[in-house]
């Protein structure tokens, strides 16, 4: 009795351990299979990854926009080097001219004295001069590897356009901002990967098994940018905002019918190939990043939508235009304080009249103000392809009041970025239709050439209204407030535009945004064009600062394009 339990025991108690050890063993050999291989594969094998060469940014007629230059990565074979580690690292930090030479001496001395490596790397980006300068040290154990490093021929002028290369919180390359940040994927290409085995120290062996996987270069990416039209307005943009006394400025050329952006300026700006030594508010790009009031510049486009709803006509005369509007609590008057009683719709746009504008506002009503502001693309990303574009959300419907339909009218109470601006009156100038703005025409693999998909362009009024709109901005352009700065014998339609900064609730009433945007030739546009000038301290009027620098570029591109006054 007492030798049947013994034994059932014992029976048992083999089964159970059976079985733990079977599940342990399971999970061993089939859960953690993948676990322990990596760990055994880390431990076997020791892996180098090979930086692959980053994509060019080319401009429209293959020039470089951005290239690469030859760099070295200064590495230090431990088992060679011979002479004192403190007095190694010491000379190397005072010929790399560090800006932190202490910290650099203490990281080189920490890798050289690295006991579980063989190869280890010291700094990455020495130029030619500074290798050079490095080799007539004579320290043995020193050795280079060629690697790429980010050249940017166009400088400043193009900073908010390119964007620059990085690191990442890895301290891999990363492309951030402007085409860098948007196109960092296909730019970078894919590294690749030396594996070779190492022994129990974890130093590699010489004569073991290796494997390599080859390196991918990143994509050549060909842009719509003219370098003409672009050294043009980086040239006109900087004198002018010296001339006028402006903190800052944007100019965006593109071509009307597909979208296609073919210059684009910021200042100030920032040197992509030294960003480090800027402030980082300086990198986005204020042409897509930045919101502003646009002022009477947005006169055009309510005139456009209340035109296309047959509300108003060009001969329609405003009868409550004999003076300042009152709307709610609040008055509404002229920019000059200078009236123009039963006063066309065209001389509305011309003498760029606010009571004139309520009056229009008034026909369209909230509802179908905001239906067109929808339609011209305002409250959504124009979807440009540069990293940094952003886009304010329009206020629900229930949250508009007469006040705001009166001030919207003529671009106050309603923010926008200068892209969204372009690509919205872009529709006058391109039969009615909104196409989405673009910088990347192509792609050079290794396989050929890939051309990026168009977008489909949408229909927001019709060619009739797109050209009653054409017409009254040549009028605004030939008898308004700006006509002295105009080259004689071209048709151009245009709009200025004065907003004042809303700064804590008010509007500040020194300082403003003066803009103009236009195209020319008004009949068949070859360009729009949109020019911001922030804060002028030589006068706050658009007509007096941001149309006469417009017109100044659009000269030069009248030659440039080989068009004659007609």
Same mark, same amino acid.
């Given at each position: 009795?007492?030798?049947?339990?013994?034994?059932?025991?014992?029976?048992?108690?083999?089964?159970? #351990?059976?079985?733990?050890? %079977?599940?342990?063993?399971?999970?061993?050999?089939?859960?953690?299979?993948?676990?322990?291989?990596?760990?055994?594969?880390?431990?076997?094998?020791?892996?180098?990854?090979?930086?692959?060469?980053?994509?060019?940014?080319?401009?429209?007629?293959?020039?470089?926009?951005?290239?690469?230059?030859?760099?070295?990565?200064?590495?230090?074979?431990?088992?060679?080097?011979?002479?004192?580690?403190?007095?190694?690292?010491?000379?190397?930090?005072?010929?790399?001219?560090?800006?932190?030479?202490?910290?650099?001496?203490?990281?080189?001395?920490?890798?050289?004295?690295?006991?579980?490596?063989?190869?280890?790397?010291?700094?990455?980006?020495?130029?030619?001069?500074?290798?050079?300068?490095?080799?007539?040290?004579?320290?043995?154990?020193?050795?280079?590897?060629?690697?790429?490093?980010?050249?940017?021929?166009?400088?400043?002028?193009?900073?908010?356009?390119?964007?620059? #290369?990085?690191?990442?919180?890895?301290?891999?390359?990363?492309?951030?901002?402007?085409?860098?940040?948007?196109?960092?994927?296909?730019?970078?290409?894919?590294?690749?990967?030396?594996?070779?085995?190492?022994?129990?120290?974890?130093?590699?062996? !010489?004569?073991?098994?290796?494997?390599?996987?080859?390196?991918?270069?990143?994509?050549?990416?060909?842009?719509?940018?003219?370098?003409?039209?672009?050294?043009?307005?980086?040239?006109?943009?900087?004198?002018?905002?010296?001339?006028?006394?402006?903190?800052?400025?944007?100019?965006?050329? @593109?071509?009307?019918?597909?979208?296609?952006?073919?210059?684009?300026?910021?200042?100030?700006?920032?040197?992509?190939?030294?960003? @480090?030594?800027?402030?980082?508010?300086?990198?986005?790009?204020?042409?897509?990043?930045?919101?502003?009031?646009?002022?009477?510049?947005?006169?055009?486009?309510?005139?456009?939508? @209340?035109?296309?709803?047959?509300?108003?006509?060009?001969?329609?005369?405003?009868?409550?235009?004999?003076?300042?509007?009152?709307?709610?609590?609040?008055?509404?008057?002229?920019?000059?304080?200078?009236?123009?009683?039963?006063?066309?719709?065209?001389?509305?746009?011309?003498?760029?009249?606010?009571?004139?504008?309520?009056?229009? =506002?008034?026909?369209? /009503?909230?509802?179908?103000?905001?239906?067109?502001?929808?339609?011209?693309?305002?409250?959504?990303?124009?979807?440009?392809?540069?990293?940094?574009?952003?886009?304010?959300?329009?206020?629900?419907?229930?949250?508009? =009041?007469?006040?705001? !339909?009166?001030?919207?009218?003529? +671009?106050?109470?309603?923010?926008?970025?200068?892209?969204?601006?372009?690509?919205?009156?872009?529709?006058?100038?391109?039969?009615?239709?909104? #196409?989405?703005?673009?910088?990347?025409?192509?792609?050079?693999?290794?396989? /050929?050439?890939?051309?990026?998909?168009?977008? !489909?362009?949408?229909?927001?009024?019709?060619?009739?209204?797109?050209?009653?709109?054409?017409?009254?901005?040549?009028?605004?352009?030939?008898?308004?407030?700006?006509?002295?700065?105009?080259?004689? /014998?071209?048709?151009?339609?245009?709009?200025? /535009?004065?907003?004042?900064?809303?700064?804590?609730?008010?509007?500040?009433?020194?300082?403003?945004?003066?803009?103009?945007? +236009?195209?020319?030739?008004?009949?068949?546009?070859?360009?729009?064009?949109?020019?911001?000038?922030?804060?002028?301290?030589?006068?706050?009027? +658009?007509?007096?600062?941001?149309?006469?620098?417009?017109?100044?570029?659009?000269?030069?591109?009248?030659?440039?394009?080989?068009?004659?006054? %007609?």
């Amino acid at each position: 009795m007492v030798s049947n339990w013994r034994l059932n025991f014992l029976l048992i108690f083999f089964i159970l #351990v059976g079985f733990a050890i %079977g599940t342990r063993l399971f999970y061993w050999q089939v859960l953690s299979s993948q676990g322990l291989s990596a760990i055994a594969a880390s431990q076997h094998w020791v892996s180098f990854e090979i930086p692959a060469k980053r994509g060019q940014i080319l401009a429209s007629d293959g020039y470089p926009l951005v290239s690469n230059q030859e760099a070295y990565l200064l590495f230090a074979s431990i088992p060679q080097i011979k002479d004192d580690i403190d007095s190694i690292a010491d000379r190397l930090a005072l010929t790399l001219k560090d800006d932190d030479p202490a910290t650099m001496t203490a990281l080189i001395k920490e890798r050289l004295s690295r006991s579980d490596l063989v190869w280890v790397p010291l700094q990455h980006k020495v130029s030619r001069q500074q290798k050079s300068q490095l080799q007539a040290l004579e320290i043995e154990g020193l050795g280079f590897e060629t690697e790429p490093q980010r050249s940017y021929p166009e400088g400043s002028a193009s900073a908010h356009l390119l964007g620059f #290369v990085g690191s990442d919180i890895n301290g891999s390359e990363k492309g951030y901002f402007g085409l860098e940040g948007y196109y960092d994927l296909e730019l970078k290409g894919r590294a690749g990967l030396l594996k070779r085995e190492k022994d129990a120290s974890g130093k590699p062996i !010489l004569v073991g098994d290796a494997s390599k996987e080859d390196e991918k270069d990143g994509r050549t990416i060909i842009t719509t940018i003219d370098r003409t039209i672009q050294y043009t307005i980086a040239d006109k943009l900087q004198s002018a905002i010296k001339r006028y006394g402006a903190v800052a400025g944007s100019v965006i050329i @593109a071509r009307p019918q597909d979208g296609a952006i073919l210059g684009m300026v910021s200042y100030p700006n920032y040197d992509p190939a030294s960003f @480090a030594d800027f402030d980082k508010n300086l990198f986005p790009n204020p042409v897509v990043a930045s919101s502003y009031e646009p002022g009477s510049t947005f006169k055009v486009l309510v005139m456009a939508a @209340a035109i296309n709803e047959g509300l108003v006509k060009p001969e329609t005369h405003c009868d409550k235009c004999s003076g300042p509007r009152k709307i709610a609590e609040y008055t509404i008057s002229t920019w000059n304080d200078q009236y123009h009683p039963n006063a066309t719709m065209s001389e509305v746009i011309q003498y760029s009249d606010n009571v004139g504008m309520v009056f229009v =506002s008034e026909k369209l /009503g909230i509802s179908k103000m905001i239906e067109y502001l929808e339609k011209f693309g305002f409250g959504q990303k124009t979807g440009i392809d540069l990293e940094d574009e952003t886009a304010l959300s329009l206020r629900e419907e229930k949250k508009w =009041s007469s006040v705001d !339909l009166a001030t919207a009218s003529f +671009g106050q109470g309603i923010a926008v970025t200068p892209i969204q601006m372009l690509r919205a009156v872009n529709v006058l100038a391109n039969q009615g239709k909104l #196409v989405r703005p673009y910088i990347v025409e192509k792609m050079e693999t290794d396989q /050929g050439e890939i051309v990026l998909p168009e977008s !489909l362009p949408q229909q927001v009024i019709n060619p009739t209204t797109a050209s009653i709109l054409t017409e009254m901005m040549v009028n605004a352009v030939d008898n308004g407030e700006a006509k002295w700065a105009k080259p004689e /014998g071209y048709r151009i339609a245009g709009k200025t /535009g004065t907003a004042q900064i809303p700064v804590a609730g008010h509007y500040d009433e020194e300082k403003t945004i003066a803009s103009f945007v +236009g195209f020319a030739p008004a009949d068949d546009p070859a360009f729009i064009m949109l020019v911001t000038l922030r804060e002028p301290s030589s006068s706050p009027w +658009g007509s007096e600062t941001a149309a006469p620098l417009w017109f100044e570029i659009a000269d030069e591109l009248f030659t440039y394009y080989g068009i004659q006054p %007609g």
